[in-house]
């Protein structure tokens, strides 16, 4: 069933809703109820979190930006390298069998494995913030620009290349436009996960950012600052995720098409 935009949006504030709820009243039945002393550190009161995020709002953001700033700067960097190895290696099968494999491997190093090595190579934390986040993204913005690039129909690329057009043009004209939305969906998958890794970056010891927050807070035994930069946190990668979804919108006006209303009905 295919919904309109203003039922999405709809059916989103109802969930939304009920979430806050559910924990409202979770939250209630471990302090009221259940009376267990570390309610507060285990479920606290959303109400009790946008409270203290209110209170703290100026150091919280502060330390967000400065994260989250890293993230971009890696998320970039990333990115640009998974649409070059994916161009590089749909130009060539023998650059595809001998690249794919390191990809593969590259993904089952763990980041929290990988950043102190990189922080003890660099010696820079802003540097191995952004570094960490390229690691991260270059993987699914390869593989999915790939996939996009492989999938366009043989016989478009057969007609072009018949009526003597360069591999250059092919690309610009046909292949590059064709896997957009394959590329934006591996943008959309790396985006939160930049932040992820920028944040985990930040608990390696950091001076600044939303890592160090969540860290401190954990050991001072501060709960609610804690909870507060969780939640900043994961505004964080929710902001990440619709600022791609921004640009794919702006980039690709043609994706939207598919939503709008066409004889009466949504599709």
């Known amino acids: 069933m295919n919904l309109s935009k203003k039922d999405r949006r709809v059916v989103t504030l109802v969930w939304f809703i009920g979430v806050i709820v559910f924990l409202e009243l979770l939250a209630f039945i471990m302090a009221y109820v259940v009376k267990d002393n570390m309610a507060s550190a285990k479920i606290p009161f959303p109400h009790t979190i946008l409270v203290v995020w209110i209170q703290n709002w100026e150091s919280l953001v502060e330390a967000g930006l400065l994260t989250f700033s890293r993230a971009a700067m890696g998320f970039g960097i990333g990115a640009s390298i998974g649409i070059v190895l994916a161009v590089i290696m749909s130009l060539s099968k023998t650059a595809e069998k001998i690249a794919f494999p390191y990809l593969i491997m590259s993904q089952m190093i763990p980041v929290l494995g990988l950043a102190p090595i990189i922080f003890n190579i660099v010696r820079d934390m802003n540097l191995s913030r ?138």
């Not at 996939?147 to 046909?174: F, H, M, N, R």
């Not at 957009?180 to 890794?197: D, E, N, R």
């Open 130 to 267: 952004i570094i960490i986040a390229a690691y991260i993204t270059f993987f699914p913005v390869s593989v999915n620009m790939l996939s996009g690039l492989k999938a366009v129909d043989q016989e478009k690329k057969d007609l072009l290349y018949s009526i003597a057009t360069s591999k250059y043009k092919v690309y610009k004209k046909l292949m590059f436009p064709f896997s957009m939305s394959y590329l934006f969906t591996g943008l959309k998958i790396a985006a939160p996960m930049a932040v992820t890794a920028s944040i985990l970056v930040d608990m390696l010891g950091s001076s600044g950012g939303i890592g160090v927050r969540i860290l401190y807070a954990l050991y001072s035994n501060t709960t609610d600052i804690f909870w507060a930069s969780v939640a900043t946190s994961a505004l964080m990668g929710i902001i990440s995720y619709y600022i791609i979804i921004f640009i794919e919108k702006l980039l690709l006006p043609w994706e939207r098409n598919t939503s709008k209303k066409v004889g009466g009905k949504y599709e």
